[in-house]
């Protein structure tokens, strides 16, 4: 389990994370999820005590990083930078580290074999390709046989095959009850992975949800309606019980209620439409929406949200974004 | 139980990089190939010195006369075992393993020190024996007053460059740096503070110029230098002391970067 409780790094005036309290759980995967920048590599930094935070704390299992015995025993991580010695071999960068927490050299040769790495592991690390250095970096996370692993980007770069075997091996070690921390930028590659989201935008948490409950509450479908006639459809559909509210451009979204129906209703109103069409709205595009209200919520720090886009943030958000 | 691992860990790092090998062994080579070079040069130079400069013919001293340009070599020893950390981003993998900042600084300080000494005290009695060789009748023997002090100083004075280059990249951490100020300092402007005379007081309290006494048997006629060989070492010890003590709080202060 890591804890963080109001978790803050500033570099000089910048605010990489902001006050962030949230808790990863064991026996599940727990995907990060923020746009580039959002903080998401300062903050597994700190996890490992390797930035020292500005403000608030950080635990693993309850205790800080630096008094851990054996640390690489407890928690696994792969770090967006490499930080392999480009004249070492694969072999040699585990053997420092397993040495280094009292780790048996067996285990080496057993994480070698567990990433594919075996027949490469006695050449320098300078010739290894981007899916060959993701792979030996998993290994390094792997090597303590840790209840806790935190991946910082672990698909960045891969190739298909590489993809499907990190999602499954991420997966499987989620399985086994051990604690998955895993960030990336891409909503999609969330979705896949992750049981449990943490979605944080300019170094603010904006989401800390179930999966399920994010896809529920994001992956909506509505019909827009276009009408020249507008306080005339408004009528015409409060009056059948159907509620519509405001979309965008002078839209409106109608939610629960088949087109069909809407276009009914319509014309036995004698209202004209100008456009009636499902939409879907993507995972992808809640994210780009909720990490978008981030950025303007900071733009527009102390004064209020134009009156629409506030209606909007909150029927979509409802607490879940304002926790932090 | 926790630093002997460390210790383990920091020497296959040591162990298993090419640099370690070829920045040791061109120091070894330099000082020894030099200091017999200057040393036969120096014999037969012999005769046509003047009186004074005679009596102030010091055949231990000639024979490290390679130390002022190995040593360079040793600087980048030094200098690559901790700048290595941050060049290669490995100092965050180094820091997760090891979270006791002291305790991974002062492990591998205190490999790579042990390798210099054993790798500097077989250079200091080479060179010493090799140069001797070359200066004939002139040679000093190690039963000499004083000889064995500076030979075995000069092992040490090795040791105390190649930790001085060590603390130093702890504070500066980048490798180019590191050596950018070291290299030109030991090798030009220490020579030139020390052999201007309106800076020459000052210069012979830099750290190479104080920890080269050990090297010396035979003081120069007229020589006014404040201190004794074992107070020279110890001033250049003190700088050593100072440039750890200087690396180790910033790296504790430090993000890991
Ligand atoms: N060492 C550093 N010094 C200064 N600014 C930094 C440093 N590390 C990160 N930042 C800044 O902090 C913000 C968060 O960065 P990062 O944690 O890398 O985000 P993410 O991993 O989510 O892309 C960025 O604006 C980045 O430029
Ligand atoms: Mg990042």
Redesign the pocket.
């Known amino acids: 389990m890591i804890e963080l409780e109001g978790l803050t790094k500033r570099?000089?005036e910048?605010v990489?994370v902001d006050h962030l309290t949230f808790t990863v759980r064991p026996g599940i995967v727990t995907g990060f999820l923020?746009p580039?920048?959002?903080?998401?590599?300062?903050?597994m930094r700190m996890i490992l005590g390797l930035d020292h935070p500005t403000a608030g704390d950080v635990r693993i299992d309850g205790t800080h990083y630096e008094r851990l015995q054996d640390p690489l025993t407890y928690i696994g991580a792969l770090l967006?930078a490499k930080g392999v010695h480009p004249g070492r071999s694969a072999y040699n960068h585990l053997l420092w580290l397993a040495q280094s927490n009292g780790i048996p050299e067996r285990r080496v040769r057993e994480v070698l074999d567990e990433v594919g790495l075996t027949a490469v592991a006695r050449k320098k690390a300078k010739g290894f390709s981007l899916g060959m250095g993701q792979r030996l970096g998993i290994a390094a996370a792997l090597l303590g046989d840790p209840r806790i692993l935190m991946f910082?980007e672990p698909v960045n770069g891969l190739d298909p095959e590489g993809i499907h075997w990190i999602r499954t091996l991420m997966k499987s070690l989620a399985q086994q009850g051990r604690t998955v921390f895993v960030?990336s930028?891409l909503m999609s590659e969330m979705a896949l992975t992750a049981d449990h989201l943490v979605v944080i935008g300019q170094?603010r948490l904006l989401a800390d949800t179930s999966m399920a409950q994010f896809i529920e509450r994001n992956s909506r479908s509505y019909v827009r309606v276009r009408s020249p006639q507008r306080e005339a459809l408004l009528d015409a559909l409060h009056q059948a019980g159907v509620t519509a509210v405001d979309g965008p451009d002078g839209t409106l979204e109608v939610d629960g209620t088949p087109a069909g129906t809407i276009g009914e209703l319509a014309a036995a109103n004698g209202v004209v439409l100008h456009e009636l069409s499902p939409q879907q709205a993507s995972l992808e595009e809640a994210f780009m929406q909720l990490t978008a209200e981030s950025v303007e919520y900071h733009a527009h720090a102390g004064t209020p949200l134009p009156p629409q886009q506030q209606q909007r943030q909150q029927q979509q958000w409802g607490e879940s974004w304002r926790k932090g | 139980m926790a630093t002997a691992q460390v210790v383990r860990s920091e020497w296959t790092k040591i162990r298993s990089v090419a640099s370690t090998v070829w920045t040791l062994s061109t120091a070894v080579v330099v000082t020894i190939a030099l200091g017999m070079l200057i040393s036969a040069l120096s014999k037969n130079e012999f005769d046509n010195l003047s009186q004074r400069e005679k009596l102030s013919f010091d055949p231990t001293f000639i024979s490290f006369a390679g130390t002022g340009l190995g040593q360079l070599a040793m600087i980048v020893f030094g200098v690559l075992v901790v700048s290595n950390e941050y060049s290669t981003g490995m100092i965050r993998a180094s820091l997760a393993a090891v979270p006791k900042r002291g305790v991974f600084l002062f492990s591998k300080l205190a490999v790579a020190t042990a390798l210099v000494f054993v790798v500097g005290m077989a250079t200091s009695f080479a060179t010493f024996f090799l140069g001797q060789l070359m200066l004939g009748d002139l040679k000093a023997s190690i039963g000499d007053d004083g000889v064995l002090r500076a030979v075995f100083g000069g092992g040490l004075y090795m040791t105390l460059i190649a930790l001085f280059s060590m603390g130093v990249a702890t504070m500066l951490r980048s490798p180019m740096l590191s050596l950018g100020i070291l290299m030109p300092f030991f090798f030009l402007i220490s020579n030139i503070l020390g052999n201007v005379s309106a800076t020459e007081k000052v210069g012979r309290f830099l750290p190479d110029q104080a920890g080269s006494k050990i090297m010396q048997v035979v003081t120069p006629v007229d020589d006014d230098t404040p201190y004794g060989p074992w107070g020279g070492l110890g001033i250049m010890a003190l700088w050593v002391i100072a440039a750890v003590v200087g690396g180790y709080v910033l790296l504790k202060r430090r993000?890991a970067?």
Do not use: F, M, P, V
């Open positions: 570099y000089g910048k990489a923020g580039n920048g959002a903080g998401k590599s300062t903050t967006e910082d960030s930028h170094g | 993000d970067q």
